[in-house]
């Protein structure tokens, strides 16, 4: 299991696997009014999708679970489907809906 640390207003993640890929998470709405920073660094294992992001998150932060059918991700500036596999350096936007004028 890892934990998140929080560093100078990013928060990292440390996993033990050697296979792991690590990928910035650009936080906006919910989702960064919850983790109370703009931007995370997380590491995942090799071959997993956009939407393990997501899950991750909402495993730390419950209450954003109101979000994950609604939300829409985006890998390095475009909006691609909750399987797209993650890619080392990745950056990752998570995309709740919004409203206002």
């Given at each position: 299991m890892s934990s998140i640390k929080l560093l100078a207003g990013t928060a990292k993640a440390f996993c033990m696997s050697?296979?792991?890929i690590t990928v910035t998470?650009?936080?906006f709405a919910a989702y960064q009014e919850a983790f109370r920073v703009?931007?995370?660094?997380?590491e995942f294992p090799n071959s997993m999708p956009v939407k393990?992001?997501?899950?991750?998150?909402?495993?730390e932060?419950?209450?954003l679970s109101?979000?994950?059918e609604v939300t829409r991700?985006?890998?390095n500036l475009i909006f691609v489907e909750p399987d797209t596999l993650l890619q080392d350096g990745d950056e990752v936007v998570l995309i709740p809906p919004?409203?206002?004028g």
């Open positions: 050697k296979s792991a998470v650009k936080l703009s931007e995370l660094v997380l393990a992001v997501c899950d991750r998150l909402i495993a932060h419950p209450e109101q979000w994950r991700f985006g890998i919004v409203s206002g």
